[in-house]
């Protein structure tokens, strides 16, 4: 999950991490006690704000809620712009980034740091990956004091190190303590009352979820609002389902037991010619109610014309994903074409059950894709 | 010879009591793998599938010789499962389990590395070496024995294409799933490397997907190390940007996460490039022919 800045920065500042004195603007009152100017900022969890003219400075209450008003009917790449906050201006010196993030590739948390903060750091590694110190943490040892007066030193910061140490040391905190895959402060200020978070991106673990209930439970409510817009009926099923969903531009259903596999039935669907109206990928441990239910949504979508079923199981039974396909179809009719490949765990049982319902199935799935790419050309 | 398992391998089950872990004990034990004991909590005494259980690896320890464990546990146990099969010294272990917290598994992986312990996973659909042993939940009848290595994120596209390689008369030597990530206990050139090393592989058949940058990394190693020849098949070309493909490490979020991008690198290291299942048995035998 990704929070928006307002939310970082308050999981931030529990934990002492200075950020400025701000506010979720919605009228004037709630400007009161902040100094001008402030810097408003739209709260969505996209970055390019700035960009996007998304953040804006105002110099006295009347301007600053007039321009609020004005955002709030703004979104940005497809997301509504719900709630702004209003921030007191600070004056900067420099820009510093600082983040901890775990690094895929070598399985260990890695901190980052760079004196050219306030940028897209992804350019700064691509064009002066020299500017970027990089420290990886080794679990067990966690963060030690020498890494944190190395990293202060070699982006010119040991003047200001007992600032930096306890900053440095509460993000390693966030970062273990609520699951978080990344910590990013981007920029940190150098201001003349010490480093301060202009802005922050703080990713959670959703697999962690149930170790931070009532935290996730809160945090959804409250981007609820800023929720992307526009979402449609399928979009909506899958999402109260926990169903994994991808819309996508064409004509046929795609549903698949396994994401390798959904993945190569999307490309070879392309390849002849099809594209996917959406895809449904069922997970390794499903069972009829996940069928029955991946194929509720996939035909939620009015573009889809054919549906694909594409299934070679390990985990994923096949008599199981058969009493799916047969409790949708009894359920709901047979509103499009189903074309199935089933391969797998128990296909003797699965095929057997499908054909005294009068379905037949596939044995190859390349063959299968071409036949639903030209039902639904047909259609 | 296969790699990491041969059919002298004695294997524990961890969550051996479960509706998967029952089941696809069964199905092991039947296609000839030495399943020597089950372990979970509670149930030990037990016998499921004439195999006895016990409440703690290192009970079952006492009574049998254990090569290999493979585990069936939950996400939100697994990490304990894990750890105590490590601590038991068990140099071999397949995390089977999808969904356990990123930093659960940054301590399994680096605790069972300080003891020199091999984990495969997590997410993975564990590994077979065809007609002779099968560590994991493969369809059997899709796989037979041969000489050429495959690697995959998915488990479902290494079925698919051995499948494939199956109906052409063309065998496995081993079929190693490293699981749908982020992180992985054993990485795409590990496992390259293992191949390499091992006499009875002459072709590797890479299966990597969008997301990330592993590919990249073991695109560095085939250019650097491999003499045998890869044949990479990579998936998710139609995948838009952003959007998860079903699985945790699949998500488009930089260009090089890009299958393009993926594709680019394996064939300028060295690798010839599938496009699709059929493509690899046509490449695997114009490799041989021209030997």
């Given at each position: 999950m990704r929070?928006?800045?307002?939310?970082?920065?308050?999981?931030?500042?529990?934990?002492?991490?200075?950020?400025?004195?701000?506010?979720?603007?919605?009228?004037?009152?709630?400007?009161?006690?902040?100094?001008?100017?402030?810097?408003?900022?739209?709260?969505?969890p996209?970055?390019?704000?700035?960009?996007?003219?998304?953040?804006?400075?105002?110099?006295?209450?009347?301007?600053?809620?007039?321009?609020?008003?004005?955002?709030?009917?703004?979104?940005?790449?497809g997301y509504p712009?719900q709630?702004?906050?209003?921030?007191?201006?600070?004056?900067?010196?420099?820009?510093?980034?600082?983040?901890?993030?775990?690094?895929?590739?070598?399985?260990?948390?890695?901190?980052?740091?760079?004196?050219?903060?306030?940028?897209?750091?992804?350019?700064?590694?691509?064009?002066?990956?020299?500017?970027?110190?990089?420290?990886?943490?080794?679990?067990?040892?966690?963060?030690?004091?020498?890494?944190?007066?190395?990293?202060?030193?070699?982006?010119?910061?040991?003047?200001?190190?007992?600032?930096?140490?306890?900053?440095?040391?509460?993000?390693?905190?966030?970062?273990?303590?609520?699951?978080?895959?990344?910590?990013?402060?981007?920029?940190?200020?150098?201001?003349?009352?010490?480093?301060?978070?202009?802005?922050?991106?703080?990713?959670l673990?959703d697999k962690a979820a149930y170790?931070h209930e009532d935290l996730f439970v809160k945090l959804q409510e409250e981007q609820k609002k800023s929720a992307k817009s526009g979402k449609t009926g399928a979009e909506q099923l899958a999402e109260e389902r926990g169903i994994t969903y991808v819309p996508l531009?064409?004509?046929?259903g795609v549903i698949s037991d396994?994401a390798?596999?959904g993945?190569?039935?999307?490309?070879?669907?392309?390849?002849?010619?099809?594209?996917?109206a959406n895809f449904c990928e069922l997970g390794g441990l499903a069972g009829a109610e996940s069928m029955l239910q991946a194929l509720e949504v996939v035909s939620a979508s009015p573009h889809v014309?054919?549906v694909?079923i594409?299934?070679?199981?390990?985990?994923?039974?096949?008599?199981?994903?058969?009493?799916g396909i047969?409790n949708y179809?009894?359920q709901h009719?047979?509103s499009?074409?189903?074309?199935?490949?089933?391969?797998?765990?128990?296909?003797?049982?699965?095929?057997?059950?499908?054909?005294?319902?009068?379905?037949?199935?596939?044995?190859?799935?390349?063959?299968?894709?071409?036949?639903?790419?030209?039902?639904?050309?047909?259609? | 010879?296969?790699?990491?398992?041969?059919?002298?391998?004695?294997?524990?089950?961890?969550?051996?009591?479960?509706?998967?872990?029952?089941?696809?004990?069964?199905?092991?034990?039947?296609?000839?793998?030495?399943?020597?004991?089950?372990?979970?909590?509670?149930?030990?005494?037990?016998?499921?599938?004439?195999?006895?259980?016990?409440?703690?690896?290192?009970?079952?320890?006492?009574?049998?010789?254990?090569?290999?464990?493979?585990?069936?546990?939950?996400a939100?146990?697994?990490?304990?499962?894990?750890?105590?099969?490590?601590?038991?010294?068990?140099?071999?272990?397949?995390?089977?389990?999808e969904g356990?917290?990123?930093?659960?598994?940054?301590?399994?992986?680096?605790?069972?590395?300080?003891?020199?312990?091999?984990?495969?996973?997590?997410?993975?659909?564990?590994?077979?070496?065809?007609?002779?042993?099968?560590?994991?939940?493969?369809?059997?009848?899709?796989?037979?024995?041969?000489?050429?290595?495959?690697?995959?994120?998915?488990?479902?596209?290494?079925?698919?294409?051995?499948?494939?390689?199956?109906?052409?008369?063309?065998?496995?030597?081993?079929?190693?799933?490293?699981?749908?990530?982020?992180?992985?206990?054993?990485?795409?050139?590990?496992?390259?490397?293992?191949?390499?090393?091992?006499?009875?592989?002459?072709?590797?058949?890479?299966?990597?997907?969008?997301?990330?940058?592993?590919?990249?990394?073991?695109?560095?190693?085939?250019?650097?190390?491999?003499?045998?020849?890869?044949?990479?098949?990579?998936?998710?070309?139609?995948?838009?940007?952003g959007a998860q493909m079903g699985?945790a490490?699949?998500i488009?979020?930089?260009?090089?996460?890009?299958?393009?991008?993926?594709?680019?690198?394996?064939?300028?290291?060295?690798?010839?490039?599938?496009?699709?299942?059929?493509?690899?048995?046509?490449?695997?035998?114009?490799?041989?022919?021209?030997?």
């Open positions: 929070l928006l800045e307002f939310q970082a920065k308050r999981l931030l500042s529990e934990y002492g991490i200075p950020i400025p004195k701000s506010v979720l603007a919605k009228s004037q009152d709630d400007l009161e006690g902040l100094s001008f100017p402030v810097v408003l900022k739209a709260q969505v996209v970055g390019g704000r700035g960009k996007a003219g998304a953040i804006r400075i105002a110099t006295q209450p009347k301007e600053a809620i007039a321009t609020v008003e004005e955002l709030l009917n703004y979104s940005i790449k712009i709630a702004v906050l209003a921030e007191e201006q600070v004056e900067i010196k420099q820009e510093l980034y600082l983040a901890v993030l775990i690094d895929k590739l070598a399985c260990l948390p890695l901190i980052m740091v760079s004196a050219t903060g306030g940028v897209d750091i992804e350019e700064v590694a691509r064009e002066s990956p020299e500017k970027i110190v990089k420290k990886h943490l080794k679990p067990f040892v966690g963060l030690q004091d020498y890494i944190v007066r190395y990293l202060a030193k070699h982006i010119g910061l040991e003047d200001q190190l007992d600032g930096f140490r306890r900053i440095v040391n509460q993000v390693y905190s966030i970062f273990c303590d609520y699951d978080a895959t990344l910590v990013e402060i981007n920029p940190l200020a150098v201001t003349p009352n010490g480093l301060v978070t202009l802005d922050a991106k703080v990713l673990d170790r531009d064409g004509n046929v396994g390798g596999t993945m190569l039935t999307l490309d070879l669907t392309q390849d002849v010619g099809g594209q996917a014309k054919v694909l594409s299934l070679i199981g390990g985990l994923t039974r096949m008599d199981e994903m058969a009493d047969l179809l009894e009719g047979k499009r074409p189903l074309v199935i490949r089933m391969c797998g765990t128990k296909e003797e049982v699965g095929k057997a059950r499908l054909r005294t319902a009068g379905i037949e199935t596939f044995e190859d799935l390349e063959t299968a894709v071409r036949a639903a790419v030209k039902l639904a050309e047909e259609s | 010879m296969a790699i990491l398992i041969d059919k002298n391998s004695r294997v524990l089950v961890q969550g051996i009591t479960g509706q998967v872990g029952s089941f696809q004990t069964k199905v092991m034990k039947e296609y000839g793998t030495e399943i020597v004991a089950g372990v979970t909590p509670g149930k030990g005494g037990m016998k499921v599938h004439e195999i006895p259980v016990y409440d703690f690896v290192e009970e079952a320890l006492q009574s049998h010789e254990v090569d290999a464990a493979i585990s069936f546990v939950p939100r146990l697994a990490k304990d499962a894990a750890l105590e099969a490590i601590d038991g010294g068990i140099r071999f272990l397949v995390v089977t389990t356990i917290p990123d930093q659960d598994m940054l301590t399994i992986i680096n605790y069972a590395a300080s003891k020199g312990i091999t984990v495969l996973g997590p997410d993975t659909p564990g590994l077979i070496s065809p007609g002779r042993c099968k560590l994991g939940v493969h369809p059997n009848r899709m796989f037979t024995e041969g000489r050429v290595g495959v690697l995959s994120k998915s488990g479902a596209l290494s079925y698919e294409v051995c499948r494939v390689l199956t109906e052409n008369g063309i065998g496995q030597s081993t079929v190693v799933g490293i699981g749908g990530g982020p992180l992985w206990g054993l990485s795409q050139q590990a496992v390259l490397k293992m191949f390499q090393d091992d006499p009875e592989t002459e072709v590797i058949v890479l299966l990597g997907e969008v997301g990330g940058t592993t590919e990249q990394a073991a695109a560095a190693f085939i250019e650097r190390y491999m003499d045998k020849p890869v044949v990479s098949l990579i998936v998710g070309r139609t995948a838009p940007k699985h490490g699949a488009i979020e930089g260009e090089e996460g890009m299958a393009e991008s993926k594709i680019k690198t394996l064939r300028s290291a060295g690798s010839l490039i599938a496009r699709s299942p059929s493509e690899i048995p046509e490449i695997i035998k114009t490799i041989w022919s021209v030997r």
